[in-house]
């Protein structure tokens, strides 16, 4: 039987926040273990600059923290403590969204995580990490935007690694390479088909594989072929009204749920 469970929390965020700065305290409904509708695609965070989420544990203490540049030395980060416990339903500690700038010297502003909801759906501080993330913006927030929502997801494996355009990339299910700004992650196999080398076959079927091509939105396209015979599995992705990806698989295996792709710039 599922159970489920909804703790409103108001406790002082008494130890560091990720800033050396404490947190303030804390009243935000902590909801789960449930289903949040959080994928392994929402380990990625769409942006003008896109960023991801990692996670750190010591002790019984996890740090989610979700961080993206803007520019060449700006950046934003969202950074929550959770104390672990037994039952799957983590205690939030405190939360801090932060924005650091550079303008011929280093600023830093934050505000707290002080009202809003998490909605856990998994929690394994070896394994899966995954929910929403549902904040509400103090009266004293600068910017217009008054609630935020982030899904997220944290998963060992799952790595950024930096490409330039033309190249021929390898990724696993779920990561992602950086190709100028946006992240083009290899979500997984869709389907696949194809005939076996060994075997006469009346179709020579054929492999999908679904791309995800994340920046300022988020860009989903299945790419069709039979890899490795005549025809060669291609898509187009335009992230943004300036820019468009071009994906061409080149070899898919879907054993070990790994993709080999040449990543363009332009269609």
Do not use: K
Request: net charge negative; proline share 6%; hydrophobic share 40%.
């Amino acid at each position: 039987m599922a159970c489920l469970a909804v703790i409103v929390l108001v406790a002082c965020g008494d130890a560091d926040s990720g800033s050396g700065t404490p947190g303030p305290p804390v009243d935000v409904a902590m909801v789960g273990p449930v289903d949040a509708g959080a994928t392994v695609s929402d380990w990625l965070v769409p942006g003008f600059q896109p960023g991801f989420w990692t996670a750190s544990t010591e002790d019984d203490v996890t740090v989610l923290r979700m961080s993206r540049g803007i520019g060449d030395e700006d950046g934003e980060s969202w950074i929550l403590r959770f104390r672990d416990n037994d039952d799957g339903l983590p205690e939030l500690l405190d939360g801090t969204h932060r924005w650091t700038s550079w303008d011929g010297e280093t600023s830093v502003f934050e505000e707290y995580f002080v009202a809003g909801r998490v909605t856990i759906q998994s929690w394994d501080p070896d394994g899966v990490l995954a929910g929403l993330i549902e904040w509400d913006a103090p009266p004293a927030y600068r910017r217009p935007q008054r609630e935020f929502t982030f899904p997220f997801w944290v998963e060992p494996g799952l790595a950024t690694t930096q490409g330039r355009p033309g190249d021929l990339v390898s990724v696993e299910a779920g990561s992602a390479v950086e190709i100028g700004v946006p992240l083009v992650q290899f979500v997984g196999v869709v389907e696949d088909s194809r005939c076996p080398a060994d075997v006469t076959c009346v179709w020579e079927g054929r492999v999908v594989t679904r791309w995800q091509v994340v920046g300022e939105t988020v860009v989903t396209i299945d790419v069709e072929g039979v890899i490795g015979g005549e025809g060669m599995g291609v898509g187009v992705a335009a992230p943004s009204d300036f820019e468009s990806y071009t994906i061409e698989v080149r070899e898919v295996d879907a054993t070990t749920d790994r993709a080999v792709a040449l990543v363009t710039i332009g269609s």
